[in-house]
């Protein structure tokens, strides 16, 4: 599995940064918005890796995304921005638009290990 979602692009004169990341398995959904802002389509999805830069889920190959669209955590409350920068397959790679706090991320693999998953 690719791990070029854990890369952030740097910004000129920056160079890229890695993140550490961490396996995950976990319903998702990918939030597509439609026009004037109103929810247009969610799609089922499976989270399998996260860092605080992006993850890659396990999504339909056949659906096509627009660049930018919102990630559902199962049992968080959070729309997460993202931006697709990977696709192979069932394989798709994501940015986030703002890196996740680290008290989020903590949560999330808090929830996962005590789910037993």
Do not use: W
Not at 47 to 63: E, K, Q, Y
Not at 90 to 107: H, I, K, T, W
């Amino acid at each position: 599995m690719s791990m070029i979602m854990h890369l952030a692009l740097g910004k000129p004169g920056q160079s890229a940064g890695a993140y550490p990341h961490y396996r995950i398995e976990r319903p998702c959904r990918i939030l597509v918005i439609g026009s004037q802002l109103k929810a247009k389509t969610k799609y089922q999805a499976l989270l399998r890796h996260v860092s605080i830069g992006g993850a890659m889920l396990d999504f339909n190959a056949a659906i096509l995304l627009p660049k930018h669209f919102f990630l559902e955590i199962d049992g968080f409350k959070e729309e997460i921005g993202c931006a697709e920068v990977y696709r192979s397959g069932s394989e798709l790679g994501v940015r986030f638009n703002m890196l996740l706090a680290q008290e989020f991320l903590s949560r999330l693999i808090r929830v996962q290990f005590s789910s037993g998953l």
